[in-house]
């Protein structure tokens, strides 16, 4: 019997006041279906150029992650007046249980420009991505994590205080958005 596939979009923000402890790490980032209410303070990037995006719940069911998660990413420049280059970019779907430095890569995805892209200052670069992901079961007691890095070259990361990972809570205009494709496990 074929599995039915749902698809569901999620947006990565990051809150102010928002803190959860999974699998040994502390996430300040969440993955999620509604903006939260605009009242709640947010960032507007995640200050950080490697950032991993907590969903925190369907963790009490089992499910499959099966096709092709796409999307988009933002980076923005924060600085007032400098022109910053990004020459790649990845982003990775990743299931972990709450036990230290237990985690499945599910899919992942990278892109090298062919020539640095210039972001401009106080400008925002959005990008494409799409993960595939082989039928991957995801157990009752695990989460999804949705990690986004860059680079100014193929071995340097940005330097902090250039250019972030955009993240804000707000629907205008959305800086982060992915669809998966899961069914769940009968």
Request: aromatic share 16%; proline share 4%.
């Amino acid at each position: 019997m074929p599995v039915e596939k749902t698809y569901q979009v999620y947006y990565g923000i990051n809150l102010q006041d928002y803190s959860d402890i999974w699998g040994g790490r502390t996430y300040k980032t969440l993955l999620v279906k509604e903006f939260p209410s605009e009242y709640l303070t947010s960032y507007d990037t995640s200050s950080a150029t490697d950032t991993r995006f907590e969903y925190p719940s369907l963790w009490k069911n089992k499910y499959y992650i099966d096709g092709t998660v796409e999307g988009w990413v933002s980076f923005m420049n924060t600085h007032a007046s400098t022109t910053y280059k990004i020459s790649s970019f990845g982003v990775e779907l990743i299931k972990t249980a709450n036990i230290p430095s237990n985690e499945t890569i599910l899919g992942s995805y990278s892109y090298t420009f062919s020539t640095p892209t210039d972001i401009v200052a106080q400008d925002t670069l959005t990008v494409p991505i799409f993960v595939n992901v082989e039928k991957q079961l995801i157990e009752e007691d695990e989460r999804l994590i949705f990690r986004v890095y860059m680079y100014n070259n193929s071995a340097t990361a940005l330097s902090v205080g250039s250019v972030f990972i955009a993240c804000y809570n707000s629907s205008s205009p959305v800086d982060m958005q992915i669809k998966i494709p899961y069914a769940y496990s009968g």
